[in-house]
C-alpha cells in the first residue's frame, strides 16, 4: 500500500481525484434516488444532505466533479465539489458516533483506502468492527473477507 502522505499535499485537482476515489470506493455514485428525475435535483441533494444523509452529499460532491450524476449536467465544480465531499466525509464519522452502521462501514473504507484522508488501518479496522457489531452486514461480509478474526480495541 502506497504512502498517503506525500499526496495528500498535491493541487486542487489531485485533491478532488481523491475525492471522486472516495465516493467510488464508498458505492454513492449510482445509488441516488430516482426523485432528482425532476427539476432542482440538486437543490433536493443538497437539502438531504444537510439534512444528515451522508449518501447525497457524496454523491453531490461527485456529480460536481464529473459534471454530471445520472446523465444529468451540471457545472464542474471542484471547489463545490470538495466542499460536499468534505461535509459527507465529516457527516459519516458523527454517524458512526451515533450508532449508524452503514456511516461506520463507510468510513471503515475511507480510512482503510486512504484516498482523501490520510490512511489509518486501525481506525478504519475499529470502525469497520463497530459496524458490524452494529449489524451492519456489509462491514462484516468485509471483515471476514479481509481475514480479520480478532476483535479491534478502541483507539484513545
Same mark, same amino acid.
Request: overall charge neutral; aromatic content about 8%; glycine content about 8%.
Given at each position: 500500500? =502506497? %504512502?498517503?502522505? !506525500?499526496?495528500? %499535499?498535491? !493541487?486542487?485537482?489531485?485533491? !478532488? +481525484?481523491?475525492? *471522486? ?10 445509488? $441516488? %434516488?430516482? $426523485? ?5 435535483? $440538486? ?7 444537510? +439534512? ?6 457524496? @454523491?453531490?460532491?461527485? @456529480? ?7 446523465? =444529468? ?13 468534505? +461535509? ?5 464519522? /458523527? ?5 449508524? @452502521? ?9 480510512? *482503510?483506502?486512504?484516498?482523501?484522508? /490520510? ?9 469497520? /468492527? ?8 456489509? @462491514?462484516? $461480509? ?15
Amino acid at each position: 500500500m =502506497r %504512502s498517503t502522505n !506525500s499526496c495528500l %499535499s498535491h !493541487s486542487l485537482i489531485d485533491n !478532488s +481525484k481523491k475525492l *471522486f476515489y472516495l465516493a467510488l470506493c464508498l458505492g454513492m455514485l449510482t445509488n $441516488v %434516488s430516482p $426523485v432528482y428525475a425532476e427539476a432542482g435535483w $440538486v437543490t433536493d441533494m443538497e437539502d438531504r444532505c444537510e +439534512k444528515g444523509d451522508t449518501t447525497q452529499c457524496l @454523491a453531490l460532491g461527485t @456529480a460536481y466533479l464529473k459534471g454530471e450524476l445520472e446523465g =444529468r449536467k451540471l457545472k464542474q465544480d471542484d471547489t463545490k465539489a470538495q466542499h460536499w465531499l468534505r +461535509k459527507g466525509t465529516r457527516m459519516g464519522e /458523527q454517524n458512526c458516533h451515533a450508532n449508524i @452502521a452503514a456511516d461506520c462501514y463507510a468510513m471503515g473504507l475511507a480510512y *482503510f483506502e486512504g484516498r482523501i484522508i /490520510q490512511s489509518d488501518l486501525p481506525r478504519g479496522l475499529e470502525l469497520m /468492527q463497530r459496524g458490524c457489531d452494529l449489524k451492519y452486514e456489509k @462491514a462484516c $461480509v468485509w471483515l471476514h473477507d479481509s481475514g480479520i478474526t480478532y476483535k479491534i480495541q478502541p483507539s484513545p
